[in-house]
T-cell receptor
Framework: ETGVTQTPRHLVMGMTNKKSLKCEQH?????MYWYKQSAKKPLELMFV???????ENNSVPSRFSPECPNSSHLFLHLHTLQPEDSALYLC????????????FGPGTRLLVL | AQKITQTQPGMFVQEKEAVTLDCTYD???????LFWYKQPSSGEMIFLIY??????QNATEGRYSLNFQKARKSANLVISASQLGDSAMYFC?????????????FGAGTRLAVHP
């Protein structure tokens, strides 16, 4: 596989469920990101990891819990979500450097019922 | 605070014609980067083109070019010879301080429709 992959591509969950989103990058990058894209809102950065360390938490509610076990993998653990959390969740990666472009995965479309 | 503004919610263009998508930005940082991404209906954000604030030349990548006017704080995307596959959402984004170099700030996007 090449680039940035995300699984699952679609997810429907109830408010009491626990689920995880997975992201994997095959680009040799050192930084990984989670973004949220809601309908009619600009893309919002949620978390940034550099060399497996979280360097940015953009005031995200604790019902979203990221995990970065290594530079190639990033997870987003979800629990007790709300219907307003329904969105497209995009993962991205880049080299950990000031000039590097972020490359995105295909996203997970999440629907919370 | 840094901000990206895309004032065109939707645009349409005839196939094979050129189209310009507008983007203005606001930052007090002299060092920043500007990006354009394409998002088809499948959802993936596809990187198109990058312009650094100190770059002397406007960036070009195939049919994409960036009309960078620093004094006006604009970074418009020009797509030449439009193709049906160009129909998608287009996002302008900026990276720079404050907030860290990793942080991208996105505009609201422009939906482009290419008509045959």
């Amino acid at each position: 596989e090449t680039g940035v992959t995300q699984t699952p591509r679609h997810l429907v969950m109830g408010m009491t469920n626990k689920k995880s989103l997975k992201c994997e990058q095959h680009l040799g990058h050192n930084a990984m990101y989670w973004y949220k894209q809601s309908a009619k809102k600009p893309l919002e950065l949620m978390f940034v990891y550099n060399f497996k360390e979280q360097t940015e938490n953009n005031s995200v509610p604790s019902r979203f819990s990221p995990e970065c076990p290594n530079s190639s993998h990033l997870f987003l653990h979800l629990h007790t979500l709300q219907p307003e959390d329904s969105a497209l969740y995009l993962c991205a990666s880049s080299q950990e450097s000031a000039e590097e472009t972020q490359y995105f995965g295909p996203g997970t479309r999440l629907l919370v019922l | 605070a840094q901000k990206i503004t895309q004032t065109q919610p939707g645009m349409f263009v005839q196939e094979k014609e050129a189209v310009t998508l507008d983007c203005t930005y606001d930052t007090s940082d002299p060092s920043y980067g500007l990006f354009w991404y394409k998002q088809p209906s499948s959802g993936e954000m596809i990187f198109l083109i990058y312009q650094g604030s100190y770059d002397q030349q406007n960036a070009t990548e195939g049919r994409y070019s960036l009309n960078f006017q620093k004094a006006r704080k604009s970074a418009n995307l020009v797509i030449s010879a439009s193709q049906l596959g160009d129909s998608a959402m287009y996002f302008c984004a900026m990276r720079g301080r404050p907030g860290g170099y990793n942080k991208l700030i996105f505009g609201a996007g422009t939906r482009l429709a290419v008509h045959p």
